[in-house]
């Protein structure tokens, strides 16, 4: 009788399957670019000798980009100030102020990137341009302290991803109530790799999660020690950009288990066979459960060896994350819970916990009323900002008209009063720098600058900033 024949083998047998290379080779191009099988075909046979993950690949890049990347000596390091609105003429003017004084800058819009970073090339302040092509990550403002918004482009829009990643909440990791089309790209990653015949896979269900009428991806298959295998797992194709998780906590899952324990991984690099970073799920029978793992607990492991000299787990760029049923722990240790045959595991969803603590940042709001150009949604940005720690001043400035040199005296007026005249740019710029490391006694403060006609006056004018904002 031609062709081949499939046996199972028994639990604890070391029995031989056919080998389904179609399968093997369905995985391997999943998860790899073609330029990228060929390159890693290359290091193969000095990955098999050495028995070592060879990388020629640097870590996915930070998704905070030094723009002036060729200036000469160190830039500013600590607290950033985060300037929407910078390609305004009042952001400009801002940002090249702050610049000038030493200040760390960061900015959302690429547009304004080079003339900055030609500005502080010999300065000593820094520009940093902050990717936001897919939504802002909280782990790339992990170093704001200070947010200054001004009417632009965009800005209102900017604002609100800013107030979002700030806020303290949860990273969403994948969500089943999003529906099928909503989620990462998952695929299989078993034991074919290495000759087993374990299966596995990832499905959408719309009544497969929690009371049985909500959505879950589950995770499923059939394990098999056969062909010494041993292992089936899911796996997200790499984030793009990679995940910035800096400030969280850790991992929370909910998911309902089979008895099972199951391997829970993450990933920092871009290659498919790299360190993963590992801790262990154990699951009740039939029972729906939320595990919340501390980022501390996952240990660097590369093909079931402990890594010792593998640096932490870095958390601002995390390119992928896994489920694995295995037979296999860390340096020979065997998984308590395993047995061979089908398995489920159903999954509602996996965030990124709430951030660490630590000080919140300050909100400036430039509003330049009566320009005859939108200004900034108040009333939206406090509905924002309420129930979190985070400190909002609000100046008011009338109209701006761009004048270095001015004959009026600037005050400043606690609450806010209409009718303000010309105020010149050089300013406003002033106020806002000098009200950037006073403290904010109250959570929403709103004042008004203010010209008089009282002769000359320098932009370094003295003013009481923090009497002024305890004041009602």
């Known amino acids: ?47 098999l000798l050495f028995k070592s993950n060879v990388e020629e690949e640097s870590p996915a890049p930070s998704a905070v980009k030094l ?81 200054v918004a001004v009417p632009g482009q965009g800005a209102e829009r ?99 288990g089979d008895g099972l324990r199951y391997k829970l991984v993450l990933r920092t690099d871009s290659n498919w066979d790299g360190i993963a970073y590992t801790s262990y799920l154990d699951t009740k029978p039939g029972v729906w459960e939320t595990h919340t793992v501390p980022f501390s607990s996952f240990a660097p492991i590369f093909r079931a060896k402990t890594v010792p000299d593998a640096p932490a787990l870095q958390l601002e760029h995390v390119n992928s994350v896994q489920l694995m049923l295995s037979k296999f722990e860390a340096d020979g240790a065997l998984n308590p819970a395993f047995k061979t045959g089908s398995f489920r595991l159903a999954v509602s969803s996996i965030a990124a916990t709430g951030r660490t603590g630590g000080e919140s940042p300050k909100l400036v709001l430039v509003q330049t009323d009566g320009q005859g150009q939108p200004g900034l949604d108040l009333a939206g940005i406090k509905e924002a900002v309420q129930g979190s720690d985070i400190r909002t001043l609000v100046m008011h400035t009338g109209r701006l008209e761009d004048l270095v040199q ?32 006073v403290d904010l006694p109250k959570p929403w403060k709103e004042v008004t600058l203010l010209a008089s006609e009282a002769g000359p006056q320098t932009t370094q004018a003295s003013r009481n900033w923090q009497q002024l904002l305890a004041s009602e």
Not at 407 to 424: D, R
Request: with cysteine; hydrophobic share 40%; glycine share 14%.
């Open 67 to 147: 723009v002036n990347a060729g200036r000469e000596g160190p830039g500013p390091s600590g607290p950033a100030v985060l300037l929407l609105g910078a390609d305004s003429d009042l952001g400009a003017r801002l940002a090249t102020t702050l610049l000038d004084h030493g200040r760390r800058v960061q900015i959302l819009e690429p547009a304004a990137a080079p003339a900055l970073a030609s500005h502080s090339a010999s300065g000593p302040g820094t520009v940093e341009l902050v990717e936001n092509g897919n939504g802002l990550q909280p782990g790339q403002l992990a170093d704001v302290r200070f947010v």
């Open 158 to 256: 900017q604002l609100r991803a800013a107030l979002s990643a700030l806020s303290g909440g949860d990273v969403t990791l994948y969500d089943a109530a999003a529906g099928a089309q909503g989620e990462p790209t998952w695929g299989s990653l078993d034991d074919v790799v290495m000759g087993g015949a374990s299966r596995s896979a990832w499905s959408w269900e719309d009544a497969g999660g929690e009371g049985g009428d909500r959505p879950a991806g589950v995770f499923s298959g059939e394990v098999t020690t056969a062909n010494s295998g041993g292992f089936a797992s899911v796996r997200t194709r790499n984030f793009e950009p990679a995940l910035d998780l800096r400030g969280q906590t850790g991992v929370s899952l909910r998911l309902q």
């Open 406 to 437: 001015s004959q009026a005296a600037l005050s400043v007026c606690s609450g806010h009063e209409t009718g303000a005249g010309p105020i010149p740019i050089a300013f406003v710029v002033d106020a806002v720098e000098e009200a950037l490391d």
């Open 1 to 47: 009788m031609r062709g081949s024949l499939r046996v199972r083998a028994a639990e604890g047998e070391s029995g031989r399957q056919p080998w389904e290379f179609g399968r093997f080779l369905r995985t391997v191009t999943f998860f790899n670019p073609l330029d990228k099988m060929l390159k890693d075909l290359v290091l193969l046979p000095t990955r």
